[in-house]
């Protein structure tokens, strides 16, 4: 047990980024104005890491519908967010947001929990098949 607890601390160690994992749990509507605004309860704010995986190539187009090679090969990334193992209550559909990291780049951006792929006995991480939530997308439409 001592191993895997170092191996739990040493993944975690690269964990340098921090996220809040939001749900949506309905939405409310203002009275007098109509307005809708979406209900979201956090789930989990901590340390993780983004990773991307693969590069394989397949003729996809991009998810506007957009291709600016058609009929050409496009690389196919895996995208994944790990959180330490002891983030438990994460679930499928829920919304991850990177609010710190030393790349400036990743501040701000939206993933969507897809599924868990560290579903083992002795994980060091739990691992999350995720997909980025493009920044035009409306908030409205991200939800479910």
């Not at 599924?115 to 035009?136: D, F, G, L």
Request: glycine share 8%; aromatic share 4%; with cysteine.
């Amino acid at each position: 047990m001592r191993i895997l607890n170092r191996a739990r601390s040493m993944a975690e160690s690269l964990m340098t980024d921090t996220f809040r994992i939001t749900r949506h749990t309905g939405e409310t509507v203002d009275p007098e104005t109509g307005a809708v605004t979406q209900a979201v309860t956090t789930v989990y704010e901590g340390r993780g890491k983004l990773q991307t995986a693969g590069g394989v190539a397949s003729n996809r187009a991009t998810a506007t519908g957009e291709s600016s090679n058609a009929g050409g090969m496009v690389p196919e990334w895996a995208l994944y967010l790990h959180l330490p193992w002891t983030a438990t209550g994460v679930r499928e559909k829920d919304m991850a947001e990177c609010t710190a990291s030393s790349d400036p780049d990743l501040i701000g951006r939206r993933y969507r929990l897809v599924n868990m792929q560290s579903e083992k006995s002795h994980a060091t991480a739990k691992r999350w098949n995720v997909q980025e939530i493009p920044k035009e997308t409306d908030d409205a439409a991200d939800i479910g």
